[in-house]
C-alpha cells in the first residue's frame, strides 16, 4: 500500500513539475503578458490594458511595418510603439501623409484623430525626415502622435534586439479583448 501511495506522488510530483517548467518555458521564449503604461497608444491601446506578446518574432525576424511591439527601455522601463520603418527604409512625414520610400502608407488606426485635428487646422503629426533606418534598427512612432515619445523625440530608433516581441491580443479587461492590429 505504501509502494502505491509513494509511485502516484512521485507521479503527481513529476507531472507538476514538468507543468512548471513548461509555463515558465512559454513565457520566456513564446509568449509573455504585459500591461499597458500611458496614453501614447491611445486609441488603439488604452492605459493598464493586458497584452499577450508574442516573443517568437524577435527569434525569426518577422517583425513586420505595422506591428505594434514591445521595447525594452532603460531601467526596466518598457515601452509600447507602432514600427513604422524597418531597416533600410526610407521615413518621412509631409503634411500629415506618412511616406516609407517615397511611397505613401495608409494609417487607418489614426484616421479618426487626424479628421479631428484637421478640423481645428492642426496635422495630427508634424513634419520629420527624411530618415534613413540604418541596419538593425526600427523607427517606431505611438498612435497618439500628439502625446508620444518615440523615434521623433526621445527614444531614437530602436536596436533590433531592443525588441522584446510583437502584440498578439489585448486580453484584459475582458470585455475590451481583441485582436491588436
Known sequence: MKKIMKSELFSWITALTIALIMAFGVRAYIFEPFIVEGASMQPTLN????????????????????DIIIINGDEDINYVKRVIGLPGDKVEMTNDKLLINGEAVEEPYIEEEREKAHAVNMNFTGDFGPIIVPAHKYFVLGDNRLNSMDSRNGLGLIDEDQVIGVSEYVVMPIKEARKTE
Do not use: D
Request: glycine share 4%.
Open 47 to 66: 492605459n493598464n490594458e493586458k497584452l499577450l506578446v508574442n516573443k517568437v518574432a524577435t527569434y525569426t525576424g518577422s517583425v513586420k511595418s505595422q
